[in-house]
């Protein structure tokens, strides 16, 4: 008995020295990583974020929006989708003008997208958005680069290059990238690609600024009844269809070769006030009626809509 009794002694004696062997090993193994390849060790990332991440509410840059009350734990995604997630959170504090909730998720996030093995050109537009917003014009440029050596027409690098350009007061370069943006348009739409469902908002607005330039600078002439629509469009419309109609996240621009009188009578305005109106060229959602509007009223919005139509050149 005792015989066996000191030899399971040994046993366990020799299966600990052998674990701790076995650890030594691994840590000599995880320092020998740092070593050779430190840009690939980060800091980890939280298993799940704060309750102002797991409230998050829809937006135009998540299509798989957070249900109220559901954690998002970060750990139990693949690094891509976590890297999203972030990109999502700081594009939404961006969105409501938090600037210190986007700068604190910022780093996370640039953190989440150097964990990706591999980046796609979406990828790369994530990247250069979040470093726009932490300041990083430097790393923003770096990704421009990049898609357009990988791919020259894509529509967010060029949406991208135009945000860049503006933002550092370039305006021959922000000129430029808008009308390489409207020469591709077309043909990059057809192509399907993934991301440009994911970012239609974003596409959808900035194509029509690219289509209708005037609309950014054009001081409309108004008429006694325009200038009374001005009123009534600011106190009824532009939370939806944005400052002189250019389009917000929630609505359609309403200067655009879509609402030209030809192809959107005055009479269609009429019906989408009173009734409202069915989504069919945008991907906002139905449009509700605007209740208590009399019939005057609607024209003299009418009238406005058509005055700045007029100045950017669509008649």
């Given at each position: 008995m005792h015989g066996q009794s000191g030899g399971k002694q040994l046993d366990?004696?020799?299966?600990?020295?052998l674990?701790?062997?076995?650890?030594?090993?691994?840590?000599?193994?995880?320092?020998?990583?740092?070593?050779?390849?430190?840009?690939?060790?980060?800091?980890?990332?939280?298993?799940?974020l704060d309750r102002s991440a797991e409230?998050?509410?829809?937006?135009?840059?998540?299509?798989?929006p957070t249900m109220p009350g559901q954690a998002v734990d970060l750990a139990s995604m693949t690094p891509r989708e976590a890297a999203d997630r972030l990109f999502n959170r700081v594009?939404?504090?961006?969105?409501?003008?938090?600037?210190?909730?986007?700068?604190?998720?910022?780093?996370?996030?640039?953190?989440?997208y150097d964990r990706v093995a591999e980046l796609d050109a979406d990828a790369h537009y994530h990247i250069g958005r979040i470093s726009i917003t932490a300041g990083n014009m430097e790393n923003a440029r770096k990704q421009i680069g990049i898609l357009k050596q990988v791919a020259p027409d894509h529509l967010l690098g060029l949406l991208l290059e135009h945000t860049v350009a503006e933002q550092s007061g370039d305006r021959n370069a922000a000129a430029s990238a808008k009308a390489a943006f409207a020469a591709a348009y077309d043909a990059?739409?057809?192509?399907?690609?993934?991301?440009y469902q994911?970012?239609?908002v974003s596409i959808e607005k900035f194509h029509s600024a690219a289509a209708n330039p005037a609309i950014d600078s054009a001081a409309p002439v108004l008429s006694v009844d325009a200038g009374r629509g001005a009123t009534l469009f600011a106190k009824n419309c532009v939370r939806c269809h944005g400052q002189n109609a250019a389009g917000t996240d929630k609505g359609p621009p309403l200067v655009h070769k879509i609402y030209e009188p030809s192809h959107h009578?005055?009479?269609?305005?009429?019906r989408a006030v009173q009734q409202g109106a069915q989504s069919h060229h945008w991907p906002f959602g139905n449009m509700p009626?605007?209740?208590?509007?009399?019939?005057?009223?609607?024209g003299q919005i009418i009238a406005y809509i058509r005055a700045l139509q007029v100045a950017a050149g669509i008649q």
């Open positions: 366990k004696k020799m299966v600990a020295l674990l701790a062997a076995a650890a030594s090993v691994a840590a000599v193994a995880v320092v020998a990583v740092v070593l050779l390849n430190p840009s690939k060790v980060a800091a980890p990332l939280p298993s799940s409230m998050l509410p829809p937006s135009s840059f998540d299509g798989s594009m939404m504090a961006t969105e409501q003008g938090n600037t210190e909730e986007a700068l604190r998720f910022a780093p996370m996030a640039l953190m989440a990059e739409m057809k192509t399907g690609k993934r991301e994911d970012h239609k009578a005055d009479a269609a305005i009429y009626p605007i209740e208590g509007m009399s019939d005057e009223e609607i």
